[in-house]
């Protein structure tokens, strides 16, 4: 079946630093990958995705990174603030469902 | 107004009771799923929903049924509560054919 996971559960980066959040994925037929960031309290909200057919993709003070070869994914925050303390989640969505597959997260802590 | 709202925020319930959560969204999406969350196991899908007439199954439905009286209500039950279920539920939603999932802030239930 469908997995995901995230390479270390907790980061802990200085505020004003980058930030680079890992996920590996095992399921090749997902069109996209979504991530999502999910403060305390509050349900996940979407920050950004990315077709399978780019490698890369910017927002805004965010950028994802897109390695189908080793199935690999990264979300990379730039000067990374205290608001983006959060758990990250990066789920492909599943088949023809849409169902988000989840992995656990990496909490991001921001030190000021 | 929230675009997708759950009800009750928060819920103290006995072993034994039927307990009904409610979800409703105001972004005209067909489809609405319900996910609980656990510490450390991520976002598990319990059921999803394509229209008012499409009910699916995820993958840890044992204990749960769902009704979906409108294209805006998606309601989850838990027939006979027990405290394994203690948990944060979200609710979400998503349009046919888009990318993005909103969720809701979450219903914190708590089986005792």
């Known amino acids: 079946g469908e997995n995901v996971g995230l390479h270390l559960p907790t980061l802990s980066v200085q505020e004003g630093d980058n930030s680079i959040i890992n996920c590996a994925y095992s399921n090749s037929a997902s069109d996209y990958f979504i991530w999502y960031k999910q403060e305390s309290g509050k349900g996940p909200q979407f920050i950004i995705d990315i077709r399978s057919n780019m490698d890369k993709r910017q927002g805004q003070r965010v950028t994802v990174l897109l390695n189908k070869t080793v199935k690999h994914l990264s979300l990379q925050i730039a000067a990374t603030q205290p608001g983006d303390s959060a758990v990250y989640f990066c789920?492909?969505?599943?088949?023809?469902?849409?169902?988000?597959?989840f992995g656990q997260g990496t909490t991001l802590q921001v030190k000021p | 107004d929230a675009d997708v709202t759950q009800t009750p925020r928060n819920r103290i319930t006995k072993t034994g009771k039927r307990i009904m959560l409610e979800c409703s969204q105001t972004?005209?999406?067909?489809?609405m799923y319900w996910y609980r969350q656990d510490p450390g196991l991520g976002l598990r899908l319990i059921y999803y929903?394509?229209?008012?007439?499409?009910?699916n199954k995820g993958e840890i439905s044992d204990g749960y049924s769902v009704s979906r009286q409108a294209q805006a209500k998606f309601s989850l039950s838990l027939e006979s509560a027990i405290p394994n279920q203690t948990a944060l539920y979200f609710c979400?939603?998503?349009?046919?054919?888009?990318?993005?999932?909103?969720f809701g802030s979450g219903t914190r239930l708590t089986v005792v």
């Open positions: 789920a492909p969505p599943s088949g023809g469902t849409g169902k988000l597959i």
């Open positions: 972004k005209g999406h067909d489809r």
């Open positions: 929903s394509f229209d008012v007439k499409d009910i």
């Open positions: 979400a939603t998503r349009e046919t054919g888009g990318n993005g999932y909103t």
